[in-house]
Each structure stands twice: as C-alpha cells, then as structure tokens.
C-alpha cells in the first residue's frame, strides 16, 4: 500500500484503536485517534484547517454523540472518504450507513489487513474520481524526497491520474512457506487446494476428514462444520506436533469471514469443539497451550 496520507480513527475500544494505528503507520500514514464523538469532530477541524484528512475510520457506537451525527457533520463541509467500524451487522444498519454517506461499512469483529485492503479500496476510488482528499492522498504518496524533482509523465493540459493495481504481492527471497505436509503417518492435506486436487483426507482420534467433498465425520457419523472450521480442522490435524499460534492460524486460514483478532480465534475454537463434542475443560482433540496457541490432540487419544 502506498501511504503518506492522513488518516483519523474513531473508536472507544483502546484495543481496536492500538491494532489499528499500528497497521497504518506501518503502511506509512500518519494517524489521529480520537475516542468519543466530539473529540473526532475537534480533530476534524483542527486538522482540516491545516490540509484535508485524506480517510476517517468512524465507530458508529460511541459514548456521547453517535458516529452517524460525525458523518453527518463532516459530510456537511467535505467529501473526505469514511470507513464506518461497527458491530451493527443487520442489512438496515449497512444501508442507513452507507446512505448517510459512508463509502464502505466493516462489521466488527474484523481483520486488520482486510481493514487494511478495504483503506486501500476507497482511496484509490477517491484518487480515481478525482475527489480533493483523494488527490491529496495521491499525491503525497507519491512526492518525491525533499530536494530532489520528480518528473512529471504526463503530458501538458493533464491527464487524469490512473494508479495502477500492483500485481499480487509475492514472498520475499530466500523465505520459505510453512509446509502443510506432516513428517509420516498422515495423508498430506493442501488446505488451499480445490476439492479436485486434494488426496482423499486424514483421520486421526475417531475423526475422518475427506479433503474430496470437504466433510468430517465422527465414528462415522456426518459432523457439519463451516468452510472456515473445516479448514481449521485440517491445519490442526495436517500438523499433530505443531503448536500454531493466533497469528499463523489467521495466515493460514485466510477466509474472508475469518476475523482477525485473537478473541475471534478463540471463538472459532470454541465453535469447532463444540461440534466435535470436545469438553473445553479437558479437550481431546483442540488442546490449548497456554501462553503459545493451539495443537491437534487427537493423536494423544489414538
């Protein structure tokens, strides 16, 4: 992502906020954050006054004013971009949002690189349409070192900007991809492949996963799980000795509904074991290492 903007977060939860910032700041914007309502809007125009916000990251739940009056007060004086933040999940929420003048809605719990991805969305839209934040954006991402002269590749009376999407990011050299394929004993699972490609499956402590048509049965018995369980299942059972921590299963996973945070993936845990029939107090198959993450169990059982 090509940073340099100005980017103001909105939310009550310091957690969120802390998560949040760091992603962007990494990415090379700088960040405002503002937990209430009337604490945003100061921002808002303190900032505005020294050059546009490029992006404002708005929570809709707030302890004094709501996020929807925010956007609705900026939206009088500028058309700066807005991501609102919020647990309201339902279709009516989504669309009052977006008609109050968000240009995306992301539903919390959520991933800080879909977030990430979604930020990158919406400024290079604004870039394209021409809008001031926008071009603000665009054009301090890509200023030249102080001193040095960039030469203009545009042609006398202007063309409109056009970014050009990078190609897909690529690993760098010499790092190598964690192998899914256990030393020995089990059928190797490729957890991104299609259902034509993989082999037949794996079965471990009573469980019997065939990677064909994506099912998991349990001493024969059909245990319905979600695309994101069942691929979490996989992992851990492709990897009976590994401890995976939040952050690799997030890696790995990948799904576009898998939430970021640890405390989703502590959830999604608990869902799976739940359908396993496995006592969270004494797991058999999804045993918790405290302090590290998680390990397939089943192979401690037979």
Request: hydrophobic share 35%; charged share 25%.
């Amino acid at each position: 992502m090509s940073g340099g903007g100005k980017v103001l977060v909105v939310d009550d939860e310091e957690k969120i906020l802390d998560i949040v910032k760091s992603y962007l700041e990494v990415s090379g914007f700088q960040v405002f954050c503002a937990r209430t309502g009337n604490e945003a809007l100061s921002v808002w125009r303190r900032e505005a006054a020294r050059g546009a916000l490029d992006l404002v990251l708005l929570d809709l739940m707030l302890p004094d004013i709501s996020g929807e009056t925010v956007c609705r007060k900026i939206r009088e004086v500028s058309d700066v971009p807005v991501i609102m933040l919020t647990a309201k999940a339902d279709e009516e929420s989504i669309v009052a949002g977006l008609n109050r003048g968000a240009d995306d809605y992301v539903v919390k719990p959520f991933s800080p690189k879909q977030l990430m991805a979604r930020v990158e969305a919406v400024l290079r839209r604004t870039t394209c349409r021409g809008g001031e934040a926008g071009m603000a954006w665009s054009e301090r991402a890509s200023a030249p070192p102080p001193g040095e002269r960039k030469p203009s590749l545009l042609p006398k009376g202007g063309l409109t900007p056009v970014p050009i999407t990078p190609s897909p990011r690529e690993a760098p050299s010499g790092e190598r991809r964690l192998s899914l394929l256990p030393k020995g004993g089990l059928t190797p699972v490729p957890i991104r492949s299609s259902p034509r490609e993989a082999p037949s499956g794996l079965s471990s402590g009573g469980l019997t996963l065939d990677m064909g048509n994506r099912s998991v049965r349990k001493n024969g018995r059909l245990i319905p799980l979600t695309a994101n369980q069942f691929n979490l299942l996989a992992l851990l059972m492709a990897h009976p000795a590994k401890i995976w921590t939040r952050d690799e299963i997030i890696e790995e996973i990948k799904g576009d509904d898998f939430d970021g945070f640890d405390r989703a993936v502590d959830t999604h845990i608990k869902n799976l074991r739940q359908k396993l029939g496995d006592d969270p107090k004494s797991p058999r198959y999804i045993v918790t290492v405290y302090g590290m993450g998680y390990r397939w169990g089943g192979m401690d059982n037979g």
